[in-house]
């Protein structure tokens, strides 16, 4: 009795132990121990105890995977994935017939560059769009319910869908431009040796319905065969313009490590984007495979050339649109550019040249100053406090700097506006500011996105993962708070306050307008017309209805199945055994799924997603008899 009374003690104590330290995160005790107590400890500043919840989203591109992920900031936990270029079975993206249309085909996807829909540049969180580099395809997935809505592509006239998703002020455009240069009409065949003559870019300007999203091409300008990199859009006084980095300016074909690298710069491309929509409007273009495409030599005012550092990566218009910041990763700075100036550059045409008949605007009349920020500098980012920051591949870190306007001693040493620098790990690409590309940055957070982890994590053998790390940037230093791996392989990512979006659980009843849906068991049924064989279905806790089906081999099979519940997180899945189906229904959503039956015999279906305590027990059966000659030959 007396060592039962003792267990007993022992384990009341050990949880009064546990309730007065459960709150804390692990470690976080010793760290403060040895700190003095520091109750801002890192540990402390990014922990999100069980049942609490993060300040933002993370919404980063999931690159080769052809998915978005989103995570919690400042916990940096992964919460969600958003399929949208590939099939995903946990979701069951791809598989009934709405998604399947949406991929078109193509089971795989390269996300590199989400951008969020803006009013007034300002987020409005109703839209994500994401570029497919892969298949020339752009996506708008809807904040509302976190789910893909719309796949436009393959794009035409266009080839390697990099320089996007960059929206416009309020959201009329979605900006593209190409990577690859190919002979256009697209399916036309020439040389690669004669890709100066024969090849072409565009630069594309993806309309978007104001009040559904629906995109559409809206109008295209054609480009000489450069690589066209990254991009940002302008608000303020460079509002109607955007902009975006070239390499191979030389236009090589081949060895481009070597070829793209001999001129002493490439150019940046300046789009006047309300030009080219008037042009469109006044039929100044011609329709090439049913897009206007404008030749600039012969439309003035809708394209010009800016040079810039050498083999540049990003080029980004700082919070009040008079800055525009270009970075080349053969130069160990930033140029920084007035776009006041620039334009006043253009209404003058005091142009340096031209490229094919396209304006080169002079390269001292347009910049501010070239800041020293370090080694491989590649994309710059704003906090709306006058302050920039800019990824360093090569050094493997971020600097902090001061952007215009500056005083007479900061601009006779350009040094003293780098403010402070912070290593990441390693071999930092894309960095993001929660805002950077609205008028009103949040300011609080930087996310480096690394393109290596090297040995930061636990071995998973050859397949590494990759790393981010969440820096704070409230202080006049930065300060490193968190480490989180992710799959490969991650580029761009836009961070949206929580409280910024109001997303549903449910799809309400009487929003489902599919043709199909039923709600009542008496709707339900299986009706044959010739060799097709329809269901309508319904999903509730915890059985499917009807739970047989009965088809021949040789038919096509169609089911309609509605999930009648009404209760957030209430999902069910239907998966047919052997039969390549897993269709996942939220709570008042319909999905069609369509299959031919190829063999005989019976074959389980069941809910895939965990739904009740009878979750198991929610099962049936597709009867397939063997088509009649099979029978009789047996």
Excluded at 38 to 43: G, I, L, M, R
Excluded at 139 to 157: C, E, M, S, Y
Excluded at 167 to 182: D, G, I
């Amino acid at each position: 009795m007396r060592s039962t009374n003792a267990f007993i003690s022992a384990a009341v104590t050990a949880a009064v132990l546990l309730g007065i330290t459960g709150c804390n995160p692990p470690g976080k005790d010793a760290a403060d121990s040895k700190s003095g107590g520091d109750k801002n400890s890192a540990a402390a500043r990014t922990w999100v105890a069980p049942g609490e919840k993060d300040e933002y989203y993370l919404f980063y591109s999931g690159g080769h995977s052809g998915q978005v992920f989103v995570a919690g900031i400042p916990s940096m936990r992964h919460i969600t994935t958003i399929p949208v270029f590939a099939p995903y079975p946990a979701s069951g993206y791809g598989f009934d017939e709405e998604t399947k249309g949406f991929l078109g085909g193509f089971t795989w996807g390269d996300v590199h560059h989400p951008g969020l829909s803006q009013t007034d540049s300002l987020y409005d969180g109703r839209w994500l769009f994401v570029n497919d580099n892969a298949n020339n395809r752009i996506a708008r997935i809807d904040l509302r319910d976190f789910k893909t809505h719309q796949v436009l592509g393959p794009i035409p006239n266009s080839s390697g869908n990099h320089g996007s998703s960059f929206v416009t002020e309020n959201t009329e455009y979605v900006l593209v431009a190409t990577r690859f240069s190919v002979p256009l009409p697209k399916g036309r065949y020439a040389d690669p040796a004669d890709y100066e003559k024969e090849f072409n870019g565009m630069v594309s300007g993806i309309k978007v319905d104001q009040k559904t999203g629906e995109m559409s091409v809206g109008w295209q300008i054609l480009t000489p065969p450069f690589d066209w990199d990254l991009g940002s859009t302008g608000k303020g006084p460079s509002s109607g313009w955007a902009f975006w980095t070239s390499y191979n300016s030389e236009m090589a074909h081949k060895d481009l490590e070597a070829n793209a690298s001999q001129l002493d710069r490439d150019y940046a491309a300046i789009v006047n984007w309300r030009a080219a929509e008037a042009a469109v409007a006044a039929g100044q273009a011609t329709m090439m495979s049913g897009v206007p495409v404008i030749d600039p030599a012969k439309v003035p005012g809708v394209l010009y050339f800016l040079p810039v550092p050498k083999s540049p990566h990003g080029i980004d218009t700082d919070p009040s649109g008079k800055w525009v910041v270009a970075s080349g990763k053969l130069q160990p700075v930033a140029s920084v550019f007035d776009f006041e100036k620039l334009k006043a550059t253009i209404d003058k045409k005091d142009f340096e040249g031209e490229v094919r008949g396209v304006p080169v605007i002079r390269y001292d009349a347009a910049l501010e100053g070239v800041v020293p920020v370090g080694l491989g500098p590649l994309h710059t980012q704003y906090d709306g406090l006058g302050n920039a920051y800019t990824s360093l591949f090569i050094e493997s870190s971020v600097a902090k700097w001061k952007l215009p306007p500056w005083t007479d001693e900061e601009r006779a040493d350009l040094n003293k506006v780098v403010l402070d620098k912070i290593d990441v790990h390693y071999n930092i690409g894309h960095l993001v500011v929660g805002g950077s590309d609205t008028k009103k940055p949040y300011g609080k957070y930087l996310v480096a996105g690394n393109k290596l982890s090297k040995g930061r994590h636990i071995s998973t053998g050859p397949s590494q993962p990759e790393s981010s790390q969440l820096i704070d940037i409230t202080g006049k230093k930065m300060e490193m708070l968190y480490e989180a791996f992710t799959e490969p392989e991650p580029h761009f990512a836009q961070i949206l306050k929580v409280d910024a979006i109001k997303p549903i659980e449910v799809y309400p009843r009487d929003e489902n307008k599919h043709p199909h849906a039923v709600w009542e068991a008496k709707d339900t049924g299986a009706v044959r017309n010739g060799k097709t064989v329809e269901v309508k279905m319904m999903a509730i806790r915890s059985r499917f209805i009807p739970d047989r089906i009965d088809v021949n081999e040789g038919d096509e099979l169609v089911i309609h199945v509605t999930n009648v519940e009404q209760t957030p997180d209430m999902i069910h899945g239907l998966g047919i055994v052997e039969q390549n189906v897993n269709v996942i229904v939220d709570p008042g959503e319909t999905k069609t799924v369509r299959l031919k039956i190829t063999k005989p015999g019976v074959f389980a279906f069941y809910c895939t997603n965990f739904c009740s305590a009878l979750h198991q027990e929610m099962q049936g059966y597709l009867a397939v008899k063997p088509a009649e000659g099979e029978v009789a030959a047996k």
